[in-house]
């Protein structure tokens, strides 16, 4: 005859996965009724004599003992009560106590409801830590800036004094804008916003030659997240610090129309790369070409002025561009990096997704997604010439390394029939960012998956973006500053050169990557936070918070100045790194940012209602806020 069993997963009940513990009456009366005893007491009368006397003694213990099992918290008084009054008890329970089911090590990790206690407590009470960290890294290199360089395009840390390299509009003030509001660092929002309503609109009345795609990507993006994020849109946030929200869209529509002279004046949809502000006209670039990604990397801009401002001008003049690289040819969906103003047509054949080509295949999928859910069949094409471009990403430009098969993307300078270069500027790290949005339109990979959202090529677009952002962070770690050369090359069978290693010769991937003399140097770029802080947030994987830390570790440690600001470096394979004397605005307005988005909740600036341009100020998605 099979045994009972020694409990009954019916009787088990949780609260918040706490055991609810069974009174000691039911304790025992289970054990008789559930067992042997039972059957063999009962089927004599001496046996039943001697059920009914233990029954009765029972019964009296339970009158004259108080419970010792009231709650599942007791005092240590209790616990002596137990101790003494129990034993009986204890005697005659032939069942072991009922647990909670037990959990597999990844259960427990993925189970939110068994996460609950002081160890996630602690988890959450380090990323706060290091968030604050690096709230305080934005606060000492706004403070040398402001001491030093305030209303200058950026600071000379070392020199202690300001540099204008960017048409003089004080491009770190509006660049750090919105960070600073994210961060609720609300002095700092006070000064940069005071500076902005006094000074800015005298400067684009004033200033000379500027350049298009960094005047609209720094200035007129800042100034527009920071409309949103003050409450300009729905006209009034009573917390918010500086001035009124209509003040940075006025002052930005008012760029916006001396930039739009640079469309006009163009014989072509594909815009003149320089605009003169004080006179509103505009000429190309000496060369007379444009670069592709500055003149595909406006559109998110002008499209939320036209949404906010209610003018549709701005966004019509920036959509012809798209509207017209739409009908050239490419190559598997990629394009070269010049295009002529003069002809509208592609020039040369150079194919790379570092400068002068990263942006173009950023924006084709967050002008898209920009639009939300009034996604229209005539803007189809963008997501299209994505999904396009990305399997000419797969096929022509990744390859793997040796002898660690770091995975990377190469280079065509001679287009898809010429020879292949496996050189990869760190501007390309944008890219696994990238690539795992457009696979999950910004919502995480777990909830994508149980919906059946993911097709087979954002499936495989999300692994290649892990694989790239792993290359990414060994750019950082194979140097002996643990920070990225602006440029690196893979060793293949086809490519290899000696004694140009990173100089950590601890790393796995020394063999791997190649460092060029001149293409050592770090600018404090944004490109591979940007995507771990992506990646975290679509994959939830703590690993890409660890390299972030990682990273900012080596920020501080090399690239900060004791009396303010942050400054870019000479050399990342040799210690100590020699410094280069700037800080670009892109620190303060991306990588800072960044971070601090990295290490914060994902319920901040959330990637399914906000799409961030190639400067990483947010602007929501039209629908969703």
């Known amino acids: 005859m099979s045994k009972n069993l020694p409990y009954s997963m019916k009787d088990v009940h949780y609260d ?58 007791r005092t240590t008084e209790e616990y002596k009560s137990v101790n003494t009054s129990s034993r009986f008890g204890r005697f005659w329970r032939r069942k072991p106590p009922r647990l909670p089911p037990r959990l597999t090590p990844d259960e427990k990790v993925g189970n939110n409801s068994f996460n609950r206690g002081p160890k996630l407590t602690n988890v959450g009470s380090k990323w706060m830590d290091r968030q604050r960290d690096v709230k305080e890294a934005f606060i000492h290199a706004w403070s040398g800036y402001k001491k030093y ?25 509006v660049d750090a804008l919105d960070t600073a509001m994210i961060m609720s660092a609300d002095d700092i929002v006070s000064e940069a916003g005071s500076w902005i309503e006094t000074h800015l609109l005298d400067r684009i009345s004033q200033k000379g030659q500027v ?20 409450g300009g849109e729905q006209e009034m946030n009573p917390t918010a610090k500086g001035p009124r929200p209509i003040v940075y869209l006025d002052i930005a529509k008012k760029l916006a129309d001396r930039l739009l002279t640079a469309f006009t004046s163009s014989p ?9 502000l004080r006179d509103s006209t505009a000429h190309p670039a000496p060369d007379g070409l444009s670069s592709t990604s500055e003149v595909s990397t406006l559109q998110l801009e002008f499209n939320y002025l036209s949404t906010v401002s209610g003018d549709p001008k701005y966004s019509m003049e920036a959509m012809k561009v798209l509207e017209h690289l739409k009908t050239l040819p490419k190559v598997e969906g990629l394009v070269p990096i010049y295009i002529s103003p003069h002809s509208g047509e592609f020039n040369g054949e150079n194919i790379r997704l570092g400068s002068r080509g990263d942006s173009y295949y950023e924006y084709l999928i967050k002008v898209w997604l920009q639009q939300g859910t009034t996604h229209s069949s ?42 292949y270069s496996p050189k990869m500027d ?66 293949t069978q086809e490519y290899y050169e000696g004694s140009l290693d990173g100089g950590n ?39 890409y ?73 947010p602007f929501p998605i039209r629908g969703t806020i």
Request: glycine letters at 8%; hydrophobic letters at 40%; one cysteine or more.
């Open 16 to 73: 918040n996965a706490k055991f609810r513990p069974r009174s000691f009456f039911k304790v025992i009366t289970q054990s008789l009724f559930t067992s042997n005893i039972k059957r063999d007491c009962t089927s004599c009368s001496t046996g039943k004599f001697l059920l009914l006397l233990l029954i009765f003694g029972l019964m009296y213990a339970m009158l004259t003992h108080k419970s010792p099992i009231q709650s599942g918290i």
């Open 149 to 173: 360089a305030m209303g200058y395009d950026e600071l000379q840390p070392l020199s202690k004094i300001g540099t204008d390299g960017l048409g003089g509009l004080g491009a770190t003030v």
């Open 211 to 230: 350049n298009l795609f960094e005047t609209t990507i720094r200035v007129l993006g800042g100034l527009l997240s920071a409309y949103h994020l003050s």
């Open 268 to 276: 072509t949809p594909i815009p003149f790369s320089d605009v003169v």
């Open 378 to 419: 005539n803007l189809t094409y963008l997501h299209d010439m994505y999904e396009e471009a990305m399997k000419g990403v797969r096929h022509l430009l990744v390859r793997k390394s040796i002898p660690s098969g770091l995975v990377f993307v190469g280079e065509l300078p001679y287009g898809s029939t010429g020879s």
């Open 426 to 491: 760190h501007l390309v790290c944008f890219l696994p960012g990238t690539l795992a949005l457009g696979a999950t339109k910004g919502i995480t990979k777990e909830k994508a998956m149980k919906d059946n959202l993911l097709t087979f090529e954002d499936l495989e677009n999300l692994k290649l973006a892990e694989d790239l952002a792993k290359t990414c962070f060994e750019m950082y770690s194979v140097t002996s500053t643990g920070l990225s050369p602006e440029i690196a090359y893979f060793h």
């Open 505 to 543: 010769k601890s790393s796995e991937y020394l063999n791997d990557i190649i460092i060029k003399h001149a293409d050592r140097h770090n600018l404090l770029r944004p490109e591979t936070v940007e995507s771990l802080f992506v990646l975290y947030r679509i994959t939830e994987d703590p690993k």
């Open 545 to 617: 918070r660890e390299w972030g830390w990682q990273i900012f570790e080596a920020f501080e440690k090399y690239t900060k100045v004791d009396s303010g600001g942050y400054t870019s470096l000479d050399d990342v394979t040799m210690l100590p790194p020699h410094r280069r004397d700037k800080m670009e605005t892109f620190f303060l307005g991306e990588t800072l940012k960044y971070l601090y988005l990295l290490f914060g909740d994902s319920s901040v600036i959330p990637l399914d209602q906000f799409v961030f341009n190639s400067e990483a100020h």
